[in-house]
Nanobody, 126 residues
Framework: QLQLVESGGGLVQSGGSLRLSCAAS????????IAWFRQAPGKEREGVSC????????NYADSVKGRFTISRDNAKNAVYLQMNSLKPEDTAVYYC???????????????????WGQGTQVTVSS
């Protein structure tokens, strides 16, 4: 089973940037589509972005389109989330998740997730 570890979270001012990383420990990493989710206090977990196993397909939640960019480096077993123009409403714990099915990842559905990371806190101050 793929193990995922997120890093790169922190405190940033509104308008600032952060780059999150999701590191995986498996030789089969390039078989998995990877998504980023986030959960703010008192709110449900929501999908942010997904990237297919090859990196050729991506999808974004409307709330982050044009501000966030997902990418991956299969040689390094890593997926990244570049977050620009951050807003206070982006404050949340961010999680990465691994899918064997690209279709469900691109729809950012909760079924078919094979692994979750432990999360990294992102706090955006106004």
């Amino acid at each position: 089973q793929l193990q995922l570890v997120e890093s790169g979270g922190g405190l940033v001012q509104s308008g600032g940037s952060l780059r999150l990383s999701c590191a995986a420990s498996a030789l089969t990493f390039d078989s998995y589509a990877i998504a980023w989710f986030r959960q703010a206090p008192g709110k449900e977990r929501e999908g942010v972005s997904c990237i297919s196993s090859s990196g050729g397909s991506t999808n974004y939640a409307d709330s982050v389109k044009g501000r966030f960019t997902i990418s991956r480096d299969n040689a390094k077993n890593a997926v990244y989330l570049q977050m620009n123009s951050l807003k206070p409403e982006d404050t949340a714990v961010y999680y990465c998740a691994a899918y064997l099915l690209t279709t469900t990842c691109l729809m950012m559905r909760f079924d078919s997730i094979s692994s979750w990371g432990q999360g990294t806190q992102v706090t955006v101050s106004s």
